[in-house]
């Protein structure tokens, strides 16, 4: 099992770029939450997902889109880059809401 | 919205105990504790459920006070391998099952 893969790595794009970050996890995972991580502010949750077709906004949502289209893949949006979402952003999945959440390796993003 | 973690930082000689502690100010469903390494992911270490049970590691020991609100992490005899950050994430009603994370406890142990 690869578990949570996020895709890019890296990404650098310029204000005013709309972009998508791809995760993707093979566990069968029906939860899945997405999560910026900024110096100092820990992790804070964007948006979640208890299941395909639901997804819910987290405390910080704006300028972000998701969708769920399966159980597998849940995708962010960024709709036109801010410098202030330059962050490094972390998929995580987990069987039920009370079971560990599984982390991919994050994204580091910067924009410029 | 996010809990509360003290101390920031703590600096340990190898063989101490620490204590971590995570506090909130709405009515807790569950307590999660995660530990993450520079440059890494955060790692899942233990789960606290409202009415007692608890799933997790088998070395780091936590509390959960369902009245105070509040989680303590325990790590005892540390080991160089126990540095990094750590976070305890709360479940709150309403974000339905995800996960409200605090700003973390950095954590560095000596030889």
């Known amino acids: 099992n690869a578990g949570v893969t996020q895709t890019p790595k890296f990404q650098v794009l310029k204000t005013g770029q709309s972009m998508t970050l791809q995760c993707a996890q093979d566990m069968n995972h029906e939860y899945m939450s997405w999560y910026r991580q900024d110096p100092g502010m820990g992790l804070r949750l964007i948006h979640y997902s208890v299941g395909a077709g639901i997804t819910d906004q987290g405390e910080v949502p704006n300028g972000y889109n998701v969708s769920r289209s399966t159980t597998e893949d849940f995708p962010l949006r960024l709709l036109s880059a801010a410098p202030s979402q330059t962050s490094v952003y972390f998929c995580?999945?987990?069987?039920?809401?009370?079971?560990?959440?599984?982390f991919g390796d994050g994204t580091r993003l910067s924009i410029l | 919205q996010q809990p509360v973690q003290s101390p920031q930082a703590v600096i340990l000689r190898e063989g101490e105990d620490a204590v971590i502690n995570c506090s909130s100010s709405k009515a807790l469903y569950s307590v999660h504790w995660y530990r993450q390494k520079h440059g890494e992911a955060p790692v899942f270490l233990m789960i606290?459920?409202?009415?007692?049970e608890q799933k997790g590691h088998d070395k780091i020991s936590a509390s959960f006070n369902e009245k105070k609100q509040q989680s303590s992490l325990y790590l005892t005899a540390s080991q160089l391998s126990y540095s990094g950050t750590y976070f305890c994430?709360?479940?709150?009603?309403?974000?339905?099952?995800?996960?409200?994370f605090g700003k973390g406890t950095s954590l560095l142990v000596t030889p």
């Open positions: 994430g709360t479940e709150i009603e309403s974000f339905g099952y995800a996960l409200n």
């Open positions: 995580a999945s987990s069987y039920s809401g009370r079971e560990p959440q599984h």
């Open positions: 606290l459920l409202k009415g007692g």
